[in-house]
């Protein structure tokens, strides 16, 4: 298939958007990629080949679809708004290994869907150019029900992929971090213009690839608790962990009883939430929920 023919460049989109008289929906999040060069990267990183299966999150008018449907072996896609369902039909007709879900994503269920549509030895990816407006809640909830996938190679915010990447002791980490890096080995592939989208966001914007773990890299006594503790050591990043933390706790701990706490289990309260490994954040929450 030649360059011209692919929906992502700006002449095919405009033509698209004039055909059926389409207008961005701001509230959407709708920003449409207009460039081959960036998807072919999207579909390397992802690792996407013959066998593998995809699940596309907001299809757009199909730019990144008509990628996924040339180099894998099928596409699920989950699109919101129906006004792109006649235009998708068009767009991708002369693919037969696309099926269009109209659905809000954050609505659907996923894993019955995947059930239904890849065979159980398959692997599967989840590929896209996430709505910037939902990012966060997309990502947690898909993992946090553990989906069976090996990973997620999507575009986002690039402030976002710096913070879901992030290291110890850098202004972007914090509990996003932890959240992902808790499921996933999280990795920034590539900085990305603004010129590749129509309309231009105000953000720039990164390729992040999560690749799903095994099993969580700590053991934690209960998730829910750890990720609350995570949190509330960030609620003030200037703040010591001894002071969010007796702020967390208000009548059920007391300052002495937060700091013996935190010596017996060697973690020195005046650091830091920011300086923290996820080990240390596993450690320090199974500590309080024990109430050791
Ligand atoms: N994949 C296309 C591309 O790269 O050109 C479009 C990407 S655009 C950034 C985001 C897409 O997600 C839009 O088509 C939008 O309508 C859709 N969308 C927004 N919120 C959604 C949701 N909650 N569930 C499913 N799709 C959604």
């Known amino acids: 298939m030649t360059n011209k023919k692919h929906i992502a460049t700006p002449t095919r989109t405009k033509e698209i958007l004039k055909k059926y008289g389409f207008f961005f929906k701001k509230s959407l999040g709708q920003n449409f990629l207009i460039d081959v060069n960036i998807l072919e990267n999207i579909i390397k990183h992802a690792g996407i080949n ?10 757009g008018i199909g730019a990144l679809t008509e990628q996924l449907a040339i180099h894998a072996k099928n596409v699920v896609a989950f699109e919101i708004d129906q006004r792109l369902l006649p235009i998708l039909k068009d767009t991708l007709s002369d693919y037969n290994n696309v099926t269009v879900i109209h659905q809000d994503i954050l609505e659907a269920d996923v894993k019955e869907v995947i059930e239904a549509n890849f065979a159980p030895d398959q692997e599967v990816h989840i590929v896209a150019n996430l ?7 997309i990502l947690t909830n898909l993992l946090r029900n553990r989906l069976p996938v090996s990973g997620f190679t999507v575009m986002i915010q690039k402030e976002v992929a710096e913070r879901m990447a992030a290291s110890p002791n850098t202004k ?7 959240a992902m890096q808790y499921y996933t080995h999280a990795e920034v592939v590539m900085h990305v213009p603004k010129s590749v989208f129509m309309p231009q966001p105000n953000v720039d914007s990164s390729i992040l690839k999560l690749t799903t773990r095994t099993k969580p890299p700590v053991d934690v006594l209960d998730e ?4 609350s503790i995570v949190q509330a050591c960030f609620a003030q990043r200037r703040k010591t962990l001894r002071n969010n933390l007796t702020s967390y706790f208000k009548e059920k701990y007391n300052k002495e009883t937060i700091s013996t706490i935190l010596e017996n289990i060697g973690i020195d309260g005046t650091r830091r939430g920011e300086s923290l490994t996820m080990e240390e954040f596993a450690t320090l929450a199974n500590a309080f929920f024990r109430g050791i």
């Open 50 to 59: 013959k066998e593998t299966g995809t699940i596309e999150i907001g299809p």
């Open 172 to 178: 972007s980490y914090g509990s996003l971090t932890i």
């Open 224 to 227: 829910d608790y750890f990720f």
């Open 131 to 137: 709505p910037y407006y939902i990012t966060t809640p």
